[in-house]
């Protein structure tokens, strides 16, 4: 019987996790939980606020005994049901124990750390998930509540952090590690004994050279090309590379 696991986040990114879930087959997804804090929650029934990044997902009155009723939300993501918000998380560790956090990360990962935090200290579970069309090295270590994304490549003695996300086509190379919450983007490639900073954010198709480190808190912005180890935290873009913030 799998195990049944809570997506928390129902946005874009949280489409692609879906089917990541679904192709690895190891969890039953239960539902979806989306970010609308009580006090963003309207007087009267309407749109959730765009923060919740749901098409179509509704306020509604609860049914009697559900965990808050003053935000139970109403839609689907694929199919799967919006089964609360984040007010509703220590009801629902009680019920279910394995969540995965799928709100996207780009600029800031303060969400995904808050939801990683809050998970973490109400005593739930962050599995690792890992497609069947990705490659992870049996000497490498992945951190929980991190997701590994169709065709990434892990290789060997790489180290990931916790709650980071591996997205489509990455490539960890030997030795390389990540910091916590970190998003290593589509294609982008980390090559050898590289370092990432924690809650860092690596571009689409991005490329890192050998042996050079990135500091906690950097945005490199896709396609850009990293030659040499960066000194301070900031936004990069380019080939050559400026930083511009």
Not at 144 to 173: P, R, Y
Not at 211 to 227: C, E, K, M, R, W
Request: charged share 15%; net charge neutral; hydrophobic share 40%.
């Amino acid at each position: 019987m799998k195990e049944k696991l809570v997506l928390l986040g129902g946005g874009g990114h949280c489409k692609s996790c879906i089917d990541v879930i679904q192709e690895e087959g190891r969890f039953e997804i239960v539902g979806i939980v989306e970010g609308v804090p009580a006090s963003e929650v309207p007087a009267s029934a309407g749109m959730t606020s765009a923060s919740a990044n749901l098409a179509g997902a509704v306020v509604i009155p609860a049914k009697a005994g559900t965990a808050n009723p003053a935000t139970a939300v109403a839609g689907t993501v694929l199919g799967y049901p919006i089964i609360g918000t984040d007010d509703d998380l220590p009801e629902l560790v009680k019920k279910y124990r394995n969540f995965l956090i799928t709100v996207g990360q780009i600029s800031k990962p303060a969400v995904r750390i808050k939801l990683f935090e809050t998970i973490r200290s109400l005593g739930g579970h962050l599995p690792v998930i890992v497609s069947p069309h990705a490659y992870v090295s049996r000497s490498a270590l992945v951190g929980a509540g991190t997701i590994v994304m169709h065709n990434v490549v892990v290789n060997a003695e790489a180290q990931i952090g916790v709650n980071c996300i591996l997205n489509t086509g990455a490539l960890i190379e030997h030795e390389a590690v990540t910091g916590d919450h970190c998003h290593i983007s589509t294609y982008a490639i980390l090559n050898g004994q590289c370092t990432v900073g924690s809650r860092t954010f690596i571009g689409s198709r991005t490329v890192l050279a050998n042996n050079i480190s990135i500091p906690d808190d950097t945005l490199v912005s896709a396609g850009s090309v990293v030659l040499r180890t960066l000194e301070q935290p900031g936004t990069y873009i380019g080939n050559p590379l400026r930083k511009i913030r």
